[in-house]
């Protein structure tokens, strides 16, 4: 395991079963229940901005941005400057500006306005291709956009994420973050997608901790093909 100084011990093709995952961890972190964050354009001038920063960050930044410009719309229309400006407090402002700048110019070209709503009439396949087709789209973002703005059962993969289903045996030791998205969402049904992003993100911020996993606090330790390597 990356950074566990253990990653001489194999661990072999075992792992927890999905739907034991959402049992016990729906059990142990209650019911989620999925509602719009922002509308989809929002939400993929927020998602530019999370890249490389924290959640405090992304939010601050987002804040600053519509508070300033009050709308996407202002945003496609400001100088690359003062939008920098405006999202300095979240990091890397000079790559993340003109990066909006144009991810706005060419949704606007190809669309005719902001108006992203028509992902979610096409097959999720496509959806995320298109907005993979975006400078700085990758499937993490897309799977962000599809997900908590249209609802739709794409699976964001993060660091939680990834880490856990890693150790839950998931997804294999060489498996990539980009490669994850589409081999876990698939493992439950569509309309457990976003409960499932959410249970592994939650166990794995108060559970399944990067560098000292809480083994005997985890409700999925039984079976769990990795708790050797940590005891």
């Avoid at 979240?90 to 790559?95: E, I, M, N, Q, W």
Wanted: aromatic share 6%.
């Amino acid at each position: 395991m990356a950074g566990s100084g253990v990653s001489s011990v194999r661990i072999r093709r075992k792992h927890v079963p999905p739907s034991r995952i959402m049992e016990s961890l729906g059990a142990e972190y209650g019911p989620v229940r999925w509602a719009p964050r922002y509308d989809p354009a929002s939400e993929l001038v927020y998602t530019i901005l999370s890249q490389h920063t924290s959640d405090v960050n992304s939010h601050r930044a987002f804040g600053s941005l519509m508070n300033h410009f009050g709308s996407i719309e202002a945003v496609a229309d400001a100088p690359v400057e003062e939008i920098e400006e405006s999202i300095r407090m979240g990091g890397l402002a000079k790559v993340k500006a003109p990066r909006i700048k144009e991810t706005l110019r060419i949704v606007r070209e190809r669309v005719g306005s902001y108006d992203l709503s028509f992902l979610a009439e096409m097959p999720m396949p496509e959806a995320k291709a298109w907005l993979k087709d975006l400078p700085g789209i990758g499937p993490k973002t897309a799977a962000i956009i599809l997900c908590f703005s249209l609802g739709m059962p794409a699976m964001p993969v993060d660091t939680h994420i990834y880490r856990v289903s890693k150790r839950l045996g998931l997804i294999g030791r060489k498996v990539s973050a980009d490669a994850a998205h589409d081999i876990l969402e698939p493992m439950v049904e569509p309309e457990s997608v976003f409960a499932f992003h959410v249970y592994l993100i939650r166990h794995g911020r108060a559970v399944c901790k990067a560098r000292r996993p809480l083994c005997n606090r985890c409700v999925l330790a039984s079976g769990c093909p990795s708790r050797p390597l940590f005891e």
